[in-house]
């Protein structure tokens, strides 16, 4: 696999031959821990179908305590865990299973953003092995040394915590360890914040050795909160951004115990919104399958998340079920769309939609644009106002497409202008995006009619 790369306008990824890399995540943080490898290969060739192409995986024994082993009895560090000692030893350890998982993945052409911990073993004084930059330094040097060799694998630092003071060393013990182990053969690096938060607003602006941005929009939003409320900071940057954890499909929304679930529609308006907002790619996320819990989800505590686990949402048929439900399936038709036109000169518009700022509770537009055309998303099937005129084109395709099945549907030919268009249909779930195209085109073969 080809390895990946900041291209020049420092707002997207590509591949090193320079074709367009978009960033499509699934958040899988446990994997390593709660998979056998046929559970392993089965995820990830369901995701690779369904055109994911990142999973964002947690090394040292995922989101559990390093007390618990994974599924073939291994654990991640030596006995007595009092120290960073990885366990190596004896046949098919702890990290076999890891490299056995990310051959799988390369199999299947998928991307791995390894997490070196999650946000449990930051904490100090409950965290005995990562007290300051030298063993983190060290930590990271040895996974470098180990992984460091593949195409495949993106560096992701942090894990959903708070930064505290205290951690900036440890988190820069971390870079530095795996720039060191890493050489001259170097992985792109990025951060995972805190719920509601972003890298700036998190490690501040400074860190050389970040490749690209992170925030987390996370499973909270109301009327005075946007996913992309954080984007503006780590655009000043200059470097590319993402959403890295966005609401989670078939959890409860805000947290509410036994409230409204967030649906296949709902992770679209966040994704599409996120996308047309400037961001380089957006991850999803399902927590049964980023969890791996099983049916019945009565025999688990409530080890990830505050509250009832049998009412937060989670898929009472387990991960396997959860694999396919509409969001996942969906999202690769916003892939297909980017792929579609175009792809670095890529920017948010929202100068072409004359009525975005309406009313978020009857779906706010979004538009972005390239050089020739134009993409406005309604996610309520609203209708959209559009001033064609800042197109620079002689006439315009205008066409509908369709988030739910990738399909995309001729509207009419019109001369640049104020437009009005109005969605097949509209209504929770019925999101729409408005394809205006322009350009050089000879129009008399096409035969269509033109709308002034």
Not at 9 to 27: A, H, K, M
Not at 113 to 133: E, S
């Amino acid at each position: 696999m080809q390895k990946l790369k900041i291209h020049e306008s420092g707002r997207f990824l590509q591949y090193e031959d320079g074709t367009p890399f978009f960033y499509q995540g699934d958040t899988a943080w446990d994997i390593f821990q709660r998979l056998t490898k046929d559970e392993a290969e089965l995820y990830m060739s369901v995701r690779a179908e369904q055109s994911f192409n990142v999973l964002q995986c947690i090394l040292l024994s995922g989101t559990e305590d390093y007390r618990v082993p994974n599924k073939y009895g291994r654990y991640s560090l030596k006995e007595p865990f009092d120290k960073l000692d990885p366990d190596t030893d004896g046949e098919y350890s702890y990290w076999d299973h890891i490299d056995f998982c990310l051959d799988c993945a390369e199999k299947y052409g998928l991307y791995v953003a390894l997490l070196p911990m999650w946000k449990n073993k930051y904490n100090i004084p409950d965290n005995t092995l990562f007290t300051d930059y030298r063993t983190s330094y060290d930590y990271g040097k040895w996974l470098a040394e180990r992984f460091g060799h593949r195409s495949n694998i993106i560096w992701m630092l942090g894990g959903d915590i708070r930064i505290q003071p205290y951690m900036h060393e440890i988190i820069d013990g971390l870079a530095a360890g795996i720039k060191a182990g890493e050489g001259d053969n170097t992985h792109l690096m990025t951060f995972h914040p805190w719920g509601r938060s972003d890298t700036v607003s998190e490690l501040g602006c400074d860190k050389d050795y970040l490749d690209f941005l992170g925030s987390q929009s996370g499973h909270t939003v109301d009327a005075s909160y946007e996913p992309t409320a954080f984007f503006p900071a780590m655009r000043e940057t200059g470097k590319p951004f993402f959403d890295a954890e966005a609401h989670y499909e078939d959890h409860v929304a805000n947290w509410v115990e036994d409230f409204r679930l967030w649906d296949g529609s709902d992770i679209r308006e966040g994704a599409y919104e996120s996308v047309f907002a400037g961001a380089c790619g957006q991850t999803y996320g399902n927590a049964t399958v980023a969890f791996f819990l099983y049916e019945p989800l009565s025999q688990y505590s409530c080890t990830h998340y505050i509250g009832n686990i049998t009412k937060m949402g989670y898929d009472n048929k387990g991960w396997h079920h959860a694999l396919r439900h509409e969001g996942a399936e969906t999202l690769k038709y916003l892939q297909k769309l980017r792929l579609s036109r175009p792809y670095f000169d890529f920017t948010p518009a929202p100068e072409l939609v004359l009525n975005s700022k309406d009313d978020i509770l009857f779906g706010r537009i979004f538009a972005a644009r390239g050089k020739d055309y134009a993409f406005i998303y309604s996610p309520y099937g609203r209708e959209i106002e559009v001033d064609c005129s800042q197109i620079n084109t002689q006439f315009i395709r205008a066409s509908w497409y369709d988030p739910r099945t990738g399909e995309e549907r001729l509207i009419c030919y019109l001369k640049p202008g104020k437009a009005v268009f109005v969605p097949e249909t509209r209504g929770k779930g019925q999101d729409w995006v408005l394809i205006l195209d322009g350009g050089k085109r000879d129009w008399k073969e096409i035969g269509q009619i033109i709308h002034d």
